[in-house]
């Protein structure tokens, strides 16, 4: 079993910036995409973005491209989600997942075989 542990949520004000981090509990499993979803409350969870772990060719949802950026750090184990220009409608709990197996539908949630607890993000206007 992966565990996943997300960090560096917390409180900002609208056109501020987060960087989130999310390390993998062990080194070596089958991941081929590592993503990054969030909710907020009543509303289902979304896309954000995903990075597939072996060629770092990255994918976003059309709300946050340009202000977000996903990158990882293999040597860590690790996978960032650098937020900048923060709006008041980024705010939700932002989860981290795995996908072990290539998949077209990467921006769906039910392709993710390992979540991690979430953490979370408050934009204040």
């Known amino acids: 079993q992966v565990q996943l542990v997300e960090s560096g949520g917390g409180l900002v004000q609208a056109g501020d910036s987060l960087r989130l981090s999310c390390t993998a509990s062990?080194?070596?499993?089958?991941?081929?995409?590592m993503g990054w979803f969030r909710q907020a409350p009543g509303k289902e969870r979304e896309f954000v973005a995903a990075i597939t772990w072996n060629s770092g060719s990255t994918y976003y949802a059309d709300s946050v491209k340009g202000r977000f950026t996903i990158s990882r750090d293999n040597a860590k184990n690790t996978v960032y989600l650098q937020m900048n220009s923060l709006k008041p409608e980024d705010t939700a709990v932002y989860y981290c997942?795995?996908?072990?197996?290539?998949?077209?539908?990467?921006?769906?949630?039910?392709?993710?075989?390992?979540w991690g607890q979430g953490t979370q993000v408050t934009v204040s206007s």
């Open positions: 062990r080194r070596t499993f089958s991941r081929y995409y």
């Open positions: 997942a795995v996908s072990a197996e290539y998949s077209e539908s990467y921006w769906r949630t039910y392709d993710y075989d390992h």
